[in-house]
């Protein structure tokens, strides 16, 4: 926003004295951005003075109408008060006063002024326009101002020709920056002084204008303002202060109709449109588009509106405009113009700033409702605009001022100002923080234990945290002081940390790759990865705003962005990729719940963090490992070994023993899996995860080579399953018994569970258990498998005796009989 810094001295007088750079550093320490301190007028402007015309002769004979006048530019009786000056113009008459520039002086952009011969006369200077001076485009004649204009004085200074403007970079969420009485309040609270609120007024008293007005969408328009002015003039022109003001603003004059929508607008935020009266049909409805209408704005553009999404204002007959954004080209004030209906109104944010992209169609309107307007300006501005164009217009208003819809008010905050000491780092006492609140609007009421009411034109003010650092801002981010928290004293890693760094090593020294991913996945990936409907990997969480809308849901397994990476470094040129990832997945809770909004003046209570996190999805730490190509290399010393599911399973025990836990393998099916090429692991009974082949239509799918290995542990369970922090293990200094035993078991039955069998039935003495043998054949019988242990006993304070050994190998024997089976071979 540009904004003189002469208005802003109106409206706060403590800016009196101060230059621009000063007020700029006002606006940089309140968090307002400035991103230009712009000086108008020539540096060296001078000579420029009230003239008044005291007669002219037309000239004869020229292709254009050409006056010589006789200008009177001083009071004084002296030979220089009476100039003669050429003038082109036809809108003045001899008694009006007017703008000299007078030979020396310079215009904006530089133009210098000479006295110069032109059409047979001495030209001493020249009768000024609104553009020559730089007030406006208008060039269609000169300015003529008001009859009781002083001659002789300086225009300079009577037209604010000399002034700085501050050009504004308003927060996105805080549209009262863009308005001269929002930056003002900033202002007089950084000075801790007063300001001139204009917007503090009394409504008009008087009868609701006999106009029907409908809202039919409260959503996106709760509240409308009217009011309806008879006798206006339309050739009225705008004063010169105003149309100054709004030039240096950066708003080009036009009438005065639309220069006092415009100027309220800037002063108080709130947009305004005002419409002939004679124009409208009937009433006036504020609806959705219907699909298939369009509308021809302002600007001369024909646009197709949006069915049910762009708001509408319209009457009986047609529409009169784009809610919040741009009126239609037939509802603008022109010079037949004589009743007005004025319209303020407050338009919802989101729909606004929907509109403007879709239509792309930025205006200041639009700036402003997107921001967020003060929804109690509209009859305010009303009643200011009212009295503009009745004093410069001869308007009358015709009843009261109109309001239909009634918004929302703010919601309270219960502040706690000791909190707000702890938030910011400073030692605010409960007086310092209600003043800075009440400055920046918010009415508060307590002692210990404040309630804030923010102000209508502050909906970003939600909680503890906003009030926090508008005391902050406000007081003076200057005031904080840098420290340095100390550092707490070093625990080291936690047994948990190191096992789940020591994972991630023992993958490493392994021979595979980290390739860490973007948690992000389709879900049609899952389809390729044939998972079952009822699997719950299929409970994907959506992100509200996801980077791609090919990949809107976090990931539910580490495997479809681990298998995409090999496939990516496959297509450039690696034939052997083994990968690995550790992250988090996420699955949706069935019975999730929206997460509660916790209270900004105080420590949230157990039930309320159990709340939260229970509104959040299941999630859990994974590894996951795949790999395709070679497990050995072929070279001179052999032919090399591809890759096979027990590979697969060689990483599973890798994680295993880093993690400092014992697993169990088991046959399973699980997709992405091949079923004859994949085992369950299990830890202490529950499955933590799978390993094996990728089926072969996976591979397919993927583009993946046959043979692909794989293997996803939930590595929370995994670590969660450890054990404590371990204790020095008891080294016996006495010898070891070693028994070897085979036995048969059904060939489904999983190597593991016998060697647990045997475990459990050898008890104390049992050091280890090796299975070193497995055999299948017509000695042991179809549908069974041979296995051979090693059993290694050893006791702590003595050599064990033979028949000691060969006691705890039956017992072992008897266990797997029992618990698999088992039969032993002779």
């Known amino acids: 926003m540009r904004v003189p810094l002469s208005w802003l001295v109106e409206v706060v007088p403590a800016l009196a004295g101060k230059t621009a750079a000063e007020v700029a550093d006002l606006f940089d320490n309140l968090g307002v951005e400035v991103d230009e301190i712009v000086t108008t007028g020539p540096a060296d402007v001078s000579g420029l003075v009230i003239g008044e015309v005291l007669e002219f002769e037309v000239l004869e004979g020229l292709k254009k109408p050409i006056r010589w006048c006789q200008v009177r530019v001083s009071t004084k009786d002296s030979d220089d008060a009476v100039r003669g000056i050429i003038c ?141 002015l008879r006798g206006f003039d339309p050739a009225s022109p705008s004063p010169l202060w105003m149309r100054a003001r709004l030039a240096k603003a950066g708003v080009r004059p036009i009438s005065l109709a639309v220069d006092v929508t415009n100027y309220v607008m800037l002063l108080l935020g709130q947009p305004m449109h005002a419409y002939d009266l004679a124009k409208l049909a009937g009433r006036i409805l504020v609806r959705r588009a219907a699909d298939g209408e369009t509308l021809t704005t302002l600007d001369d553009v024909e646009r197709k509106l949006i069915g049910g999404e762009d708001l509408l204002i319209v009457d009986d007959e047609r529409i009169q405009g784009i809610a919040g954004v741009m009126g239609a080209a037939h509802s603008e004030i022109t010079a037949a113009t004589t009743d007005v209906l004025l319209e303020a109104a407050h338009f919802d944010q989101r729909t606004t700033s929907r509109t403007i992209r879709r239509h792309a169609l930025l205006s200041e309107a639009g700036r402003r409702f997107e921001r967020g307007v003060d929804p109690e300006m509209g009859p305010v501005a009303i009643a200011l605009a009212t009295e503009l164009l009745s004093t410069y217009g001869g308007a009358r208003a015709e009843g009261g001022v109109g309001i239909v819809g009634a918004p929302e008010p703010p919601t309270a905050i219960e502040l706690d100002p000791s909190r707000v000491s702890k938030l910011v780092g400073v030692d605010y006492s409960s007086a310092t923080v209600a003043r800075r609140l009440e400055q920046v609007g918010c009415t508060v009421a307590g002692a210990d234990l404040l309630t804030v009411t923010p102000p209508t034109w502050r909906p970003d003010l939600v909680e503890m945290a906003d009030l926090a650092e508008e005391v902050a801002r406000v007081d003076g981010y200057d005031r904080i002081e840098p420290v340095l928290p100390a550092a707490p004293a070093g625990g080291g890693l936690t047994r948990r940390q190191r096992r789940r760094r020591a994972v991630s090593r023992a993958l490493a020294y392994g021979g595979y790759v980290e390739v860490p991913s973007f948690p992000f996945q389709s879900a049609d990936v899952l389809d390729a990865l044939r998972v079952p409907a009822d699997d719950e990997r299929r409970r994907l969480v959506r992100m509200a705003n996801p980077l791609s809308s090919d990949q809107a849901f976090l990931r539910s397994s580490l495997l479809p962005g681990l298998l995409a990476t090999v496939v990516r470094n496959l297509g450039r040129g690696l034939g052997d990729v083994p990968a690995y990832e550790t992250g988090t997945v996420f699955v949706e809770r069935t019975d999730r719940r929206p ?232």
């Open 595 to 826: 997460a509660p909004v916790l209270a900004g003046a105080r420590k949230p209570t157990d039930d309320e963090i159990a709340a939260q996190n229970a509104a959040l999805p299941i999630q859990h730490e994974h590894v996951a490992i795949a790999a395709t190509g070679a497990a050995e290399p072929a070279g001179w010393w052999g032919r090399g070994r591809e890759l096979t599911w027990a590979d697969a399973i060689d990483a599973v025990r890798l994680v295993a023993d880093a993690a400092d836990v014992t697993i169990e393998l088991a046959a399973a099916e699980q997709a992405p899996w091949h079923p004859g090429r994949c085992a369950a692991v299990r830890v202490d009974g529950a499955v933590v995860g799978y390993a094996g082949e990728l089926h072969p239509a996976v591979c397919e799918a993927l583009e993946l080579p046959k043979r692909t290995v794989a293997a996803e542990l939930d590595l929370t369970l995994v670590l969660d399953a450890g054990t404590p922090e371990p204790s020095a293990p008891k080294v016996s200094g006495y010898p070891p018994a070693t028994q070897d035993v085979a036995l048969t078991v059904p060939a489904a039955t999983p190597a593991a569970a016998v060697a647990a069998a045997l475990r459990d039935g050898a008890g104390e003495l049992l050091e280890d258990v090796r299975l070193f043998d497995v055999y299948a054949g017509e000695q042991v019988g179809a549908g069974r498998k041979s296995l051979a242990y090693t059993l290694r006993f050893r006791a702590p304070d003595r050599t064990l005796t033979v028949d000691e050994a060969t006691a705890a190998r039956q017992s072992a024997v008897d266990e797997a009989v029992r618990r698999c089976g088992a039969v032993q071979r002779v």
């Open 88 to 228: 082109g113009a036809q809108n003045f008459a001899a008694g009006d006063r007017v703008v000299v520039a007078l030979p020396g002086s310079v215009l904006p952009g530089g133009f210098a002024i000479t006295a110069r011969k032109t059409y047979g006369h001495v030209s001493d200077g020249m009768i000024c326009s609104a553009r020559e001076l730089g007030l406006g485009d208008d060039h269609t004649g000169i300015m003529v101002l008001p009859p009781d204009t002083e001659i002789g004085a300086d225009a300079v200074g009577l037209l604010g020709l000399h002034d700085s403007v501050l050009v504004t970079e308003p927060t996105p969420d805080r549209g009262y920056q863009l308005s001269v009485r929002g930056l003002a309040r900033e202002l007089a609270a950084k000075l801790d002084t007063d300001f001139a609120d204009q917007g503090a007024v009394e409504l008009p008293a008087g009868d609701e204008p006999a106009f029907p007005v409908v809202i039919d969408d409260p959503t996106g328009c709760d509240r409308f303002s009217y009011r309806v």
